[in-house]
């Protein structure tokens, strides 16, 4: 008997062994972690390996939201007492931008897949800060944030990335002639886009911008994108050029902005470990109309429509990279803008001291007949008259050195243009009597840096 029992006691120990031992040899054991992404419960599904790392992040937001345009960012109005405020209390060099953009839209193919495209309905929150402080005449430095955040009807797996970036640079805008500016900018930042996921862009950029006349601007910009991991080395992942050029057309209040933007995303080759793993070639359009909803009660505040066809191509038809998306957006932009008044008052100075220079010249030749704004002489019969003032002559083309560097690819409203950098008028030039340098210096003042 004991012999027995002792002889089912081997014969369960090795039934339980080998038991055990196939289970450890069995594929579906044998995975030391399935994939995330596949669904509780379906073996099947975990054998199969893992998707693109593109799917890790939202499709949906694109190069031209993530990536500042050389010309995006909106101006607030502030009222006359506001803008007084902030000139006693906040230092002259210091400027700042904020926006938000509340918006939502219809997207026929979110997840940019080229065979299975279905749409859905989305809600988005944009926020956008810049703080900046002049350091050398037209020169500043700047730090910017900005969160994208979306919520899907249909997909509510793309509501969980948010995406967010945190960058810092410099700027420099100058004036080629009368109607040209140009501006270059050079920023740093981090992107973040999924969990765990780090993504580090150097970003350099220049753009034009050319004042046909008030009402038509022109104006084209490049982004150049270097990507890496760590913290300033870049590029280590990609390499990403942007082509951006547009329109600015104005009727009373009415503003449309029609944009055009080239992307191409050299990914691997060269590089070894891109994320995604698979360049494409993107084209990306916008027309936007925007009017501000009441400059009196709600300054600062836009109503805008939007509608963005997207390209892609040269993807492999990769799901997140192909096929064609088109979006069309609905929403409000609430902004909050501080000027640079350092500069504004430093060009009104030059401007003075430059026109006290003409007058005394002018006195010294003995010229006192009126001429182009210039009051006339004891001896003059007929009465000075105001000369007209060039339209042209009260808009720089120059954008402002605070406008932000935020996603959404818009130009400012009509007051932006000129607003740091407003011309004298030959009409309104001041006296040279010490009184009138006195008087026309704080009026100066006053219309340029409010």
């Known amino acids: 008997m004991p012999r027995a029992a002792a002889l089912n006691i081997r014969t369960t120990i090795a039934v339980c062994f080998c038991v055990a031992l196939d289970a450890c040899s069995s594929p579906i054991m044998a995975q030391s972690s399935p994939s995330p992404l596949a669904p509780a419960g379906n073996p099947s599904l975990a054998q199969a390996p893992p998707p693109p790392d593109n799917t890790r992040i939202n499709p949906s937001v694109l190069p031209t939201d993530a990536t500042p345009l050389i010309f995006t960012g909106e101006r607030g109005y502030l009222s006359r007492e506001m803008k007084m405020d902030l000139l006693k209390r906040l230092p002259a060099r210091l400027w700042f931008n904020t926006s938000t953009e ?45 969160l994208i955040k979306d919520v899907f009807a249909r997909f509510g797996g793309f509501d969980q990335p948010t995406t967010q970036s945190l960058g810092m640079g410099v700027r420099r805008p100058f004036n080629i002639s009368k109607k040209l500016s140009a501006q270059l900018d050079f920023q740093a930042r981090e992107l973040w886009q999924a969990s765990h996921l780090h993504q580090f862009d150097f970003l350099p950029s220049a753009g034009l911008t050319y004042v046909v006349t008030p009402r038509v601007v022109l104006f084209a910009s490049s982004v150049l994108q270097m990507r890496g991991r760590e913290y300033f080395v870049a590029p280590t992942r990609e390499i990403d050029p942007f082509y951006s050029a547009g329109i600015l057309l104005r009727k ?38 925007n009017h501000p909803i009441s400059n009196r009660y709600l300054p600062g505040v836009v109503a805008f429509i939007r509608a963005e066809p997207v390209w892609n191509w040269r993807s492999n038809n990769l799901p997140g990279l192909s096929g064609f998306d088109f979006r069309f957006f609905s929403g409000i932009r609430i902004a909050v803008n501080k000027p640079d008044y350092y500069g504004n008052m430093e060009r009104a100075r030059k401007q003075i001291i430059e026109y006290n220079k003409q007058m005394k010249s002018k006195k010294r030749s003995g010229q006192g007949a009126p001429g182009k704004g210039l009051a006339p002489s004891s001896g003059s019969q007929a009465p000075a008259q105001e000369q007209p003032v060039d339209s042209d002559s009260k808009l720089r083309p120059a954008l402002p050195q605070n406008q932000a560097p935020g996603p959404n690819g ?7 243009i000129g607003d740091s950098a407003p011309a004298l008028g030959k009409s309104n030039l001041p006296a040279a009597t010490s009184e009138g340098k006195a008087a026309s210096a704080s009026s100066m003042v006053e219309a340029g840096a409010l």
């Open 102 to 146: 509340i918006s939502q839209r219809f997207e026929s193919n979110p997840r940019f897949t080229a065979t299975d495209e279905k749409g859905d309905y989305v809600f988005r929150t944009l926020p956008n800060i810049t703080l900046g402080y002049d350091v050398y005449k037209k020169t500043s430095i700047y730090a910017n944030y900005f």
């Open 252 to 289: 009373g209040k009415w503003n449309l902005v029609l944009t055009d933007t080239f992307v191409t995303n050299f990914r691997r080759p060269p590089f070894e470990n891109p994320i995604p793993q698979h360049g494409n070639v993107s084209m990306i359009a916008d027309a936007e109309l």
């Open 410 to 416: 818009s130009l400012p409203d009509q007051s932006t």
